[in-house]
């Protein structure tokens, strides 16, 4: 079984902080998502990572996928109210299924 | 467009009862997964299925589970009968897989189940 540990688990801060959150495993992953949830709401997609070392930025949200396709990480700039809810990382391995990580939950507060 | 459709948004019931939930996928999508989400364990994935076809379900935890998917427009999870461990939310999600494996996974709103 291939698991992924999210940190923090929790985590509350000040409006316009700026936070970065982490998804880490010990297997490889052929790609990796990471997905908002808002109460009440299914998950959304924000970005899909494939290559190992690869960036990407969404607006404020910067992804990276850890050179050895094992670890990522997002990063928020001027955290904003809009941003609160649960973050979820996911790793695609040989197969088609998605493993989803444990999730960080994020507070921003106005 | 619209997205996965999942039905009932909320069941209430009590232990031993039949409970079927119900999916939607997007039209057009070839790949359904169920998920289960409680605190405790995080998003789960308890069966997927391929073009109506169950690849695999060894996430469902017991016997008392079943899922189906009778045409490429309608999926159930079934459990029979419900025990109180089993209250979580139940979500259904839909992807076309593509050349490059499942794609993005589009979920529904859940269905909140409470076993008393």
């Known amino acids: 079984t291939q698991l992924l540990e999210q940190s923090p688990q929790f985590l509350s801060i000040q409006e316009g902080e700026n936070l970065t959150v982490y998804c880490n495993s010990s297997?490889?992953?052929?790609?990796l998502q990471w997905y908002r949830q808002e109460p009440g709401e299914g998950p959304v997609l924000l970005v899909t990572?494939?290559?190992?070392?690869e960036v990407k930025k969404l607006k404020r949200l910067t992804f990276q996928f850890g050179d050895a396709r094992k670890d990522s990480s997002l990063h928020i700039t001027a955290a904003q109210p809009g941003d609160t809810g649960l973050y979820l990382c996911?790793?695609?391995?040989?197969?088609?299924?998605?493993?989803f990580g444990t999730g960080t939950r994020l507070t921003i507060i106005p | 467009d619209a997205g996965v459709i999942q039905s009932p948004r909320h069941e209430v019931t009590e232990m031993g009862q039949e409970v079927t939930l119900r999916c939607k996928p997007i039209?057009?999508?070839?790949?359904l997964f169920w998920y289960r989400q409680t605190m405790m364990r995080g998003l789960e994935l308890l069966i997927y299925?391929?073009?109506?076809?169950?690849?695999?379900d060894s996430g469902m935890p017991e016997d008392r589970f079943s899922a189906k998917m009778p045409n490429a427009s309608f999926s159930t999870l079934k459990i029979q009968p419900s025990e109180p461990r089993d209250s979580a939310v139940y979500f259904c999600?839909?992807?076309?897989?593509?050349?490059?494996?499942?794609?993005?996974?589009?979920f529904g709103e859940g269905s909140r189940l409470t076993v008393l």
């Open positions: 999600a839909s992807s076309y897989g593509g050349a490059t494996g499942t794609g993005e996974l589009f």
């Open positions: 297997s490889v992953f052929s790609s």
């Open positions: 990572v494939v290559t190992g070392g």
């Open positions: 996911a790793g695609q391995g040989g197969n088609e299924k998605l493993t």
């Open positions: 039209s057009g999508h070839d790949y």
């Open positions: 299925f391929n073009n109506n076809v169950p690849i695999d």
